[in-house]
């Protein structure tokens, strides 16, 4: 319970009973309900507008998912990645040039605030999409809590700091997810999510030019479409197996040393999630359960609620 000065004091009259109920607002509850009665299409609104994107082009999917993630790794998950800005998280070394999805979120805001003004967050928007998205493509459902509300501010600094780059060693991301309350099972079934998505030349280039710890013909074909000088926006898929289908094939590439960013095969080289790894590429199913809760988890990841934040009318601007 949180401490009387950070409570409300409701006081509520039975008879001739009064009693005094103190509600922590520290530890105020998301609910996947929030919505029912304020904005009863605001879930199908969403998959719609997720399910047109994702058909148009299959990446929009695993561009929506890692929004997500990059906006709860920087002070919650609170809208603050979607605010345009020169200070704002958008122009952070690990989202400039490569975080997607804007155009999409911005349409499925203006469709809720003509369903139901001023009461749908952005950040609530970014969560849901994450999830449909991943069963647009094939991957697990999971139940969403709602209720977040947007931050009025973004921050660059905590974007460089906080997301961890392509160039992550394992222990590297083993403390960037601990540092999110994550462990390190939470952080390797989390890491499936390139099992879907492409990466640009720039963020593995010096891979599959330079280590050892890598499948010779796989690098070859990669070196194809990504020069060892330019081209550093040629795209390649992060899983060369199955790049729009959300399933386990990311685990198997990685037990084939065909892990395309040196972070992705961190997980699978001689190292403590080298278990992990072999346990999601037999059982999908146990890898998609594992996905999915943590997913939750990461949705729960600091967000701001009752009266904190607003509710953003346009996703790219404060109120």
Known sequence: MASYHSSKALHFKL??????????????????????????????????????????EARMGASLLRLHFHDCFVNGCDGSVLLDGSNGEKSAGPNANSLRGFEVIDTIKSQLESLCPG?????????????????????????????????????????????????????????????????????????????????????????IYNEANINAQFATSVQANCPSSGGDNNLSPLDVTSPTTFDNAYFKNLQSLKGLLHSDQQLFNNGSTDSQVNTYSSSSATFFTDFANAMVKMGNLSPLTGTNGQIRTNCRKTN
């Open 119 to 207: 009461v749908v967050s952005c950040a609530d928007i970014v969560t849901v999409a994450a999830r449909d998205s991943v069963v647009a493509l094939g991957g697990p459902s999971w139940t969403v809590p709602l209720g977040r509300r947007d931050s009025t501010t973004a921050s660059l600094s905590a974007a460089n700091s906080n997301l961890p780059g392509p160039g992550s060693s394992l222990s590297g991301l083993i403390t960037a997810f601990s540092n999110k309350g994550f462990t390190a099972k939470e952080m390797v079934a989390l890491s499936g999510s390139h099992t879907i998505g492409q990466a640009r030349c720039t963020t593995f280039r010096s891979r």
């Open 15 to 56: 008879g001739s009973w009064v009693f005094l109920l103190l509600i922590g607002t520290a530890s105020a509850q998301l609910s996947p309900t929030f919505y029912n009665s304020t904005c009863p299409k605001a879930l199908s609104t969403i998959k719609a507008a997720v399910d047109s994107a994702v058909s148009k």
